[in-house]
């Protein structure tokens, strides 16, 4: 199983941006649809948004138009930039691939303040 690693979380005030990292222990070339997630304390992890090895994304309908995901094929990162962040986004993000079925990480806390 590939290892990832997520960094980047901290405090934000709302309206403030953030810069996610995930780095693999391995290629990740290989791997058709990578992703990011998100769990808030009490809640379900749910899935943020997506890209595939040819750069195509999608996005969860709370995040549309204020995140963007990226990912660098010959580095084996993943990012993802947040912009204009609300105390809602408040989660514990970790990166895995489309389907969340690799080693989950320890995630990178971000916290949102209003």
């Known amino acids: 199983q590939v290892q990832l690693v997520e960094s980047g979380g901290g405090l934000v005030q709302s309206g403030g941006s953030l810069r996610l990292s995930c780095v693999a222990s391995?290629?990740?070339?290989?791997?058709?649809?990578m992703g990011w997630y998100r769990q808030a304390p009490g809640k379900q992890r749910e899935l943020v948004a997506t890209?595939?090895?040819?750069?195509?994304?999608n996005y969860a309908d709370s995040v549309k138009g204020r995140f963007t995901i990226s990912r660098d094929n010959a580095k084996n990162t993943v990012q993802l930039q947040m912009n204009s962040l609300k105390p809602e986004d408040t989660a514990v993000y970790y990166c895995?691939?489309?389907?969340?079925?690799?080693?989950w990480g320890q995630g990178t806390q971000v916290t949102v303040s209003s």
């Open positions: 391995r290629s990740i070339s290989n791997i058709y649809r």
């Open positions: 895995n691939d489309g389907l969340g079925m690799g080693s």
């Open positions: 890209i595939t090895s040819g750069g195509s994304t």
